[in-house]
């Protein structure tokens, strides 16, 4: 079968047309839209609290390294490394590095606006008709549009302001490192403080277990009544539902703290029995001067935002006055390809534009009034946060004073508290004293007991709140 005979204008004519078309095809085969795909996050796999081993604990990052700004504050080695685990996998501390990163590209942008933009451009066009033929033309150049010159540092102020707000989010990253390390210490205790009332819970149960027991085979002896047994069975009733309060508030202590952690946590890296000096900090000087709290990564930010803010004011003050952009371009053009490189071929423009402008029905001034009191609210929010950092200060070594001298009061409560359930236990086997002295000798105990853990972890607490309102340093050149 014989194809049909294409005139060769009609083919000329096709040859753009196929050329459009296969560009329109292959600009639908590919995308540059990043695939979103399915975020994984470490879970359990269940909602119960179950032991996790050290093997299904995984980092991206060494959990020493990122916790070694803060190796200074903790003694204890399980902390250190909860820490280091939570910095490398906490979520949101993630989104704040993304947020630094995301201001060192504006900044970025900001500083390549300053210099001129040169673009090369090759093309070829080609036009025709049947009675005429076709004439193709060649080009090939290099410009650069629309280039301003800074006449009035407009350009540099926003350069400046990208560069302190960039200068702020890396302050900010830091203290959402900084909130994010009080807060794993603060929930690291907390869970040691909760194992420690679990434990004291249950050995009240133990005694309150062993009371009834006694009970019954009085009872059944006919040496106790049955007001004494139900009161025996009251108090043990009591203590085995404190023993499943504190459970479960040692799961959700748990739970809380594998949450800033990003991640479950092996029982090898829980708190023990004891933690009376996991957090020890060292001593923080008599006179700590007002000066040091300058060095918060809070005020820093707030600081770098305040400058911000000025260099807004510039910027908005320059945009009032006239703007000049060069625009230009040089290279060749032929009727032929080989052409291009021929003497004659060449050719270039030069365009500068000064733009003045006359009237805007007062846009530019209402902008710059919108900078200037923008940087009055920075301001004052600067201050304000500068007054509040002294209160927390402030607050927490008004506390520190005060909670040694109470846990030597509650250490020595605890001492009579069971001297006296010692006597009362005796003097009850012995018939000299009733049940009910046993009983409230086996309260007072469990109160001060309670009270006691209560100050260790408020003393341990106030550590971390210094540690944070300190800003992670005590001296000025710290």
């Known amino acids: 079968m014989n194809r049909p005979a294409i ?19 292959l600009a639908g085969c590919g995308s540059l839209v990043p695939p979103v795909g399915s975020p994984q996050a470490p879970l359990r796999g269940d909602f119960r609290a179950g032991a996790v081993t050290a093997e299904a604990t995984r980092l991206d990052a060494d959990p020493a390294a990122a916790a070694s700004e803060w190796d200074g504050f903790f003694t204890d080695d399980r902390l250190r490394r909860v820490v280091g685990l939570a910095l490398a ?8 590095v993304a947020a630094v990163e995301r201001a060192r590209a504006q900044y970025g942008i900001s500083e390549a606006n300053r210099w001129p933009e040169l673009r090369g451009t090759a093309s070829t066009s080609q036009q025709g008709s049947d009675g005429s033929g076709t004439s193709r033309s060649y080009t090939a150049s290099l410009g650069v549009t629309a280039w301003e010159i800074d006449l009035f540092d407009r350009l540099g102020s926003l350069q400046g302001a990208a560069l302190a707000r960039f200068l702020a989010q890396q302050e900010t990253q830091r203290s959402a490192r900084l909130s994010l390390v009080a807060q794993v210490a603060d929930a690291w205790l907390t869970l040691a403080a909760e194992g420690q009332r679990l434990r004291l819970a249950e050995e009240l149960r133990l005694s309150q277990q062993q009371t009834l027991e006694l009970n019954e085979r009085q009872y059944r002896l006919g040496a106790a009544s049955g007001l004494q047994r139900a009161r025996a069975q009251t108090a043990y009733e009591a203590a085995r539902g404190e023993v ?17 952690a990003g991640q479950p946590l092996p029982d090898a890296l829980l708190p023990g029995a004891q933690v009376d000096k996991t957090t ?8 700590l001067p007002a000066s040091v709290l300058l060095k918060r990564p809070d005020l820093r930010a707030a600081e770098q935002q305040l400058q911000a803010a000025a260099y807004d004011v510039g910027a908005a003050r320059a ?12 290279g060749l053009r032929s009727p032929e390809l080989d052409g291009l490189v021929r003497s004659g071929s060449g050719f270039w423009s030069l365009l500068p534009s000064l733009d003045v402008p006359l009237f805007d029905a007062g846009a530019r001034q209402a902008q710059v009034d919108v900078t200037e009191a923008t940087r009055r609210e920075v301001m ?6 500068l007054q509040s950092a002294f209160r927390e200060v402030a607050d927490a070594l008004a506390v520190r004073d005060g909670v040694a001298e109470r846990l030597d009061a509650q250490q020595a409560q605890v001492e009579a508290a069971e001297r006296s359930l010692n006597l009362a236990e005796q ?25 006691l853990v209560a100050l260790r972890q408020t003393e341990q607490a106030n550590r971390v709140v210094l540690l944070r309102a300190l800003g992670g340093r005590w001296t000025e050149g710290g």
């Open 280 to 287: 020890a900090m060292p001593d923080i000087p008599a006179g």
């Open 89 to 96: 996998g906490n979520r949101s501390l993630r989104a704040s």
């Open 7 to 25: 005139s060769p204008a009609l083919r000329t004519a096709l040859t753009p047309a196929a050329a459009l078309a296969m560009a329109l095809v």
């Open 319 to 330: 945009a009032r006055f006239p703007r000049l952009t060069l625009t230009a371009s040089a």
């Open 427 to 451: 003097s009850y086997r012995l018939g000299a004293s009733s049940q009910l002295e046993l009983l409230d000798a086996q309260r007072q105990i469990a109160i001060a007991r309670q009270g």
């Open 380 to 385: 004052a929010n600067y201050e304000a946060a």
């Open 244 to 260: 499943a309060r504190s459970a479960a508030a040692v799961t959700q202590a748990r739970l809380v703290l594998e949450l800033l």
